[in-house]
């Protein structure tokens, strides 16, 4: 921010911003209530209003009648000043959302898997920009209402090469130069983030990790993942790879091989992920006599039949257990998120099997409980992610 500190100018800075985060966070807004809620007189108020409007930042959007004396003007932030993309990148496809300033998603779309098979390993960018075109031309926008994008994969990029890692399953994903070439057809600055850190994001910021800077997210999918955050930030580790819980090595799984900066081919498998994945919750049903299509189905399937489903429950519980044992033991956390098709499916009653599997050991006990953020979560994340930081810029009035 320019400026000295305490100079008029970073001040009415400081109280521009303070006035906006407030109108994203309550909606539109009368200048009497905007002053109270910031504690600036109503003169204050009514110039910084005036300031806001004119650098079209703020627009009025009708008042307010029924009471006694004059309507009050209500003001809300312009939600036409930014917009940003978010994405999620995985084996189902390329799915894009484009959303204003204030939140709200105005289009999406999304690029199948089929054409990702065929094309990907060559032309990712062009893809990328196919489903964030699709999103926009949903919204009405042309590309130059974009100020951000933030994409979500799996794995994790490395922070000294820029390199993808943890995610052979996605081809085309793996060059040192694609967030450049990303950004260039773009047109916007590109941050490519895991997708399990993205879906911590959301938990804190609507979900059930609010309130909370040390938790563990355990994601529990067709891949399975965890995002470790402490004192409110991700922790990456040294190649990007903190939170790979998936490759963990665990008693009853085979060693996860192959290597983390495998492009190509299917997962190495081993691990974690062999025991509580959306694949290995069908195989673990199977074997008390459970057929689905889904995991979901499955542990839906075992909650309706007592005796036989109350084992397949007890079971992945004391598989989850284990995992977070691991991890618990290694980051004291004092929460730990429970997600994923696996963790969501199996509901509370899977969360208190896990709890009742932990309290016995001799380990810190932290919170358990499941994941409260409706519709996606790493897309969630990824708009959280992109609107945080496009209105550090765009509502900087310095």
Known sequence: MAGIPGTPRVLRAMNDRAALDLLIAHGPLTRTRLGELTGLSKPTASQLLGRLEAGGLVVTTGSVTGRPGPSARLYEVNPAVAHVAALVADENGITAAVADITGRIAGEHHVEADA????????????VAEAVAGALRGAGLGWDALHRTVIGTPGALDPRTGTLRYAPHLPGWHSRTLRAELAEVLGTPVVIENDVNLAAVAEQHGGAAQGFDDFVLLWADEGVGAAIVLGGKPLR???GGAGEVGYMPLPGAPLARGGPDATIGPDGGGGFQMLVSSPA????????????????EALARAAAVPGTGDNVLTDLARRIALGLAAVVAVVDPELVVLSGEVCRAGGERLRELVAAEMSGLALPRPQLRLS?????PILNGALRTALAATRDTVFDTA
Not at 372 to 376: E, K, L, N, P, Y
């Open 116 to 127: 990702l098979a065929e094309e990907v390993r060559t032309r990712t960018p062009a893809l």
């Open 237 to 239: 580790g040294a190649t």
């Open 281 to 296: 919750v069908l195989g673990l049903a199977r074997t008390y006599g459970i057929d689905a299509r889904t995991a979901a």
């Open 372 to 376: 409260t953020v409706d519709g996606a």
